[in-house]
Structures are given as C-alpha cells and as structure tokens.
C-alpha cells in the first residue's frame, strides 16, 4: 500500500513540473504569490571571500515570507536565467523515464543576483535576462558582488548601472549620507549612521548619476581619501540605487559582505523594501547630481 501510495505522489509530482495539469492536491501553491528567483552563484568567481552568501540568501528567503511579500526559489546555477525550457537530467531529462520540467523566468517577477566572476550563462540567456527586464518590465536587484559578476558583458553592467572597481577601504565603518530618505528602502537609514562593510568603489563607466537616482553613498570624511586604491576623484561612492532598464526595475546595493550586515535590521527592512519595489512597481526613480 506504501509502495503505491509513493508511485501515485511520484506521477503527481512529475505531471506537475512536466507542465501537465496535476491531480488534486499537486497545484502550483505559489499561485497569486510574488516570486523571487535567488541566484546564489559563485562557482566562477572568489570561492572564499563571499562566505556570506549562504546566509544572505537564507535572510531574504526568510523576510519575505515573514512579510508576505513574495517567496524565494534559491538556486546556485544559471540554468533558470532563460526563456526556454528547463528539464533534470539523465533520468529526469526531457524525454527520460521520469522527465520532470523546471521552471524559467517566464514564472517570476524579479531575480536577484548575489554573484560572483563570469557565470556560464549562454548569449541566449544572456540575451533573455536582458529581455526579461527591458521588454517583460521585470524586476532585478543586484546584491554586493552583483556588480563584480559578468565584468566582460558590457549590457549587463548597463542593465545593472555600475562595474565593481575594487574596495578601497576593504571591512571598515563608514558614514552615509541618505539622499532619497523618502524612498522605501531607505527608511531605516539616517544621515549620519555608520555602517561596517566591505564597501565598494564603482568604475567611472558605466556608473553615472545621469541614469541611476542614488539613495544613499559614503560620507567621504569618514573614510580615507588618500588610500592607494581610492580611484574616483569626484567623492561619489554610492551605497545603494535604483533605476529603470526599458520597461523594467533595477535595484542595486553594494552591502552585504559580511554575515554580520544580514543581522542588522537596517539592511533587512532595506533588501524588503527593495525586492517589495522590483516585484510590484511603484516610485520611478529620478536620477540627480550629488545631494
């Protein structure tokens, strides 16, 4: 009786993600829900200073469902970032005894990149995420090393709306100046606030406040100017942003390395607010010169 039940569970199972109509009891229960598609990849970027993301990824799964704003699929591979179909493999692959269809990002409404170095991601997915976000009107969030991810694909670093230069000032306390303290995902953040991070310093291209609208960058007297790596001249060190990509939503902060920065519930209330603002709309940002 065992032996039958698990069969009858196991075909309903796969007449689900096969993309058939399931039997009693096997719908989609995420349904009517916000959907967030978490990609956790450091596969081909540093396998050790970004340790953090294991719990960083575990925290934004954990605050939206708590709030009940969206729920997270977490995965560590690429192979959802595209417009095509998705099977498992050897036994669970198309056509195999036991196929069993995955989803694409056809089935989400933002995607957030906590990643690292090149990815393997095909012209073609490379292609369908731009797709997904200018022409679907999509949402996308960069976390951290989001924007040290795809360095030599210039349209994703322009999707995105900077390149990582390095961090001048490697784990330290730095000030912050809030510019936009209206917008949602700043309202736990004051002017003046210290925030210990592993902060990051953008190229000079293609980050440019003519297309991002900063929320919130570095006081810059209380960080070191002269340090060696302290590249950009102009003061401008942006702690998070927002801006739109086509028809879409991009949000992007440089926090996060730490596991420490996941239990501040600054950045908590922060990365809701944003995912809050990528899946369902809202302010459009305004790009401004330094405030």
Not at 67 to 84: E, L, N, P
Not at 119 to 136: F, G, H, M, R, W
Request: aromatic fraction near 10%.
């Amino acid at each position: 009786m065992k032996i039958a039940l698990r069969i009858v569970a196991c075909a309903g199972l796969a007449l689900m993600l096969s993309g058939q109509t399931p039997p009693p009891g096997y719908q989609d229960v995420y349904a009517g829900k916000k959907r967030l598609l978490i990609i956790a990849d450091l596969s081909t970027g540093n396998q050790s200073a970004h340790m953090a993301v294991s719990h960083a990824v575990s925290v934004i799964e954990q605050i939206g469902r708590e709030s009940g704003a969206y729920v997270s699929f977490i995965r560590t591979a690429m192979d959802w970032i595209t417009k095509g179909e998705t099977w498992g493999k050897f036994d669970y692959a198309k056509g195999g005894p036991k196929q069993a269809r995955g989803k694409n990002l056809d089935y989400f409404d933002a995607v957030l990149f906590y990643t690292n170095g090149d990815t393997t991601i095909s012209p073609q997915q490379k292609q369908d995420l731009l797709d997904y976000v200018a022409k679907d009107g999509k949402g996308f969030i960069g976390i951290h090393t989001a924007t040290a991810t795809a360095t030599n694909w210039p349209e994703y670093g322009e999707m995105l709306g900077g390149v990582f230069d390095n961090h001048p000032w490697m784990i330290s306390d730095a000030k912050i100046i809030v510019e936009r303290p209206e917008f949602p995902a700043m309202k736990a953040f004051k002017t003046g606030m210290v925030l210990k991070d592993e902060h990051y310093q953008m190229k000079m291209a293609p980050y440019s406040r003519d297309k991002v609208d900063v929320l919130a960058r570095i006081d810059t007297s209380s960080v070191n100017m002269v340090a060696p790596m302290v590249h950009r001249k102009d003061g401008d060190f942006p702690v998070a942003w927002i801006k739109t990509y086509g028809q879409g939503r991009v949000f992007y902060s440089g926090l996060g390395h730490t596991d420490a920065s996941w239990d501040d519930p600054r950045i908590r209330t922060m990365v809701l607010e944003a995912v809050k603002w990528a899946v369902n709309g809202g302010e459009k940002p305004v790009p401004h010169g330094m405030k």
